[in-house]
């Protein structure tokens, strides 16, 4: 009698921790939180803890409370293949994640062998959801815009702003900053101007000396640099060293003030594409108010990885179910997605519809839209 009521009570504590952590829903957030683009990853972790925190006072996703497990991956391919693989052992059903499309195109493979929901709040590069595609993986997504689309932006203001002008575009050999120089290259041709000069550099480089030197050589007018914050700042500082001048241009990176502390004045006037201002829409207003009282400016992509959170939850309120695959047909269903940078809808390969870009100058330190 006395081992049946001891079975008994270690039935019901089993059968009690079970239920307690059913109560909770983790959502894994993954991200470079350590090395030379760490601000990303602070962004990430910053907009996905503002955001489960909202949701969770609001009485949580069908009534259990997110948790978040945040993970690094430094932005390289094979430490995010390692965190996916940890992820997906660790039962982890959904990833706001990852940032480098390096990245997130080899970790997006394990997610899809495990049915696993990965949407990247700033992953552009467009062979992330084109290859899901054409393989049969519904659960990979992005709640941000694409290459493709930047580039068919930027590419013919480029051809029409500074049409006669010398032009260079760099890139940083990596998926992403090739990705968007490529097809910023290609509109940019296509609207009638060629640049003199196409060309990688390596990453972590900090003497551009020889690259500065070539471009006072082609007396180069404007850059388009398909790359990070860490060797656009250095590039600009050592080229103002050296006397040169000229217009950079780049994509989405440098949405950071990391940029400013590593250019300087140098970086006066710079320009970069970005979707348009979330922390200017109504809808990010309370959420933008609460994280700037928390001592965090929401740049970047913070409100992106906010975003992403509520299109965890709301996609399992619409499936009324937590599992993945569900999850993400729920999202694709054509119906709106309520966030913190507007009304998004996912179309059949899970990117959003309708993307709008800003141009962005730096001046004093701080970014701003230009008019076009």
Not at 38 to 58: S, T
Not at 199 to 224: C, F, I, P, W
Not at 230 to 256: H, N, T, V, Y
Not at 302 to 317: M, R
């Amino acid at each position: 009698m006395h081992l049946k009521r001891s079975i008994g009570a270690l039935l019901a504590l089993s059968l009690s921790a079970g239920v307690a952590f059913a109560d909770d829903i983790t959502f894994a957030v993954v991200g470079p939180m350590t090395g030379q683009l760490a601000n990303i990853g602070d962004q990430f972790k910053q907009g996905a803890e503002a955001a489960a925190k909202a949701i969770n006072e609001k009485g949580g996703v069908l009534g259990r409370q997110i948790k978040l497990s945040i993970e690094d991956d430094v932005c390289d391919p094979k430490q995010a293949v390692s965190v996916a693989n940890r992820i997906v052992a660790n039962g982890i059903n959904f990833v706001d994640g990852h940032a480098c499309s390096g990245s997130s195109i080899p970790a997006s493979a394990v997610y899809a062998e495990s049915g696993t929901l990965m949407m990247s709040p700033a992953s552009s590069n467009p062979v992330m959801t084109d290859d899901a595609a054409k393989k049969g993986w519904p659960t990979i997504m992005r709640l941000y815009t694409r290459d493709d689309a930047q580039g068919a932006f930027i590419g013919p203001w480029i051809a029409k702003k500074y049409a006669g002008k010398n032009v260079v575009i760099l890139h940083d050999k990596s998926a992403y900053g090739q990705g968007v120089a490529d097809a910023v290259k290609s509109t940019m041709n296509a609207s009638g101007l060629n640049e003199l000069l196409y060309e990688g550099l390596n990453a972590g480089e900090k003497d551009y000396s020889a690259l500065v030197t070539k471009l006072k050589e082609l007396k180069a007018d404007v850059v388009y640099f398909g790359g990070y914050h860490p060797e656009a700042g250095l590039m600009l500082r050592q080229s103002a060293e050296q006397g040169l001048k000229f217009q950079l241009i780049m994509p989405d990176s440098i949405a950071s003030p990391e940029f400013w502390q590593i250019a300087g004045p140098a970086g006066e006037g710079t320009m970069f594409v970005f979707p348009s201002d979330p922390q200017a829409k109504p809808e990010a207003k309370e959420a933008v108010e609460k994280i700037k009282a928390g001592g965090f400016v929401p740049e970047g992509f913070t409100l992106f990885s906010y975003a992403v959170i509520q299109a965890f939850a709301q996609g399992i309120e619409r499936a009324g179910s937590d599992d993945p695959m569900k999850v993400a047909e729920a999202l694709k269903d054509g119906k709106p997605i309520s966030t913190v940078v507007g009304d998004v809808v996912f179309d059949e390969k899970g990117d959003l519809k309708n993307a709008s870009y800003d141009i962005n100058q730096w001046h004093d330190g701080k970014y701003a839209p230009i008019a076009q």
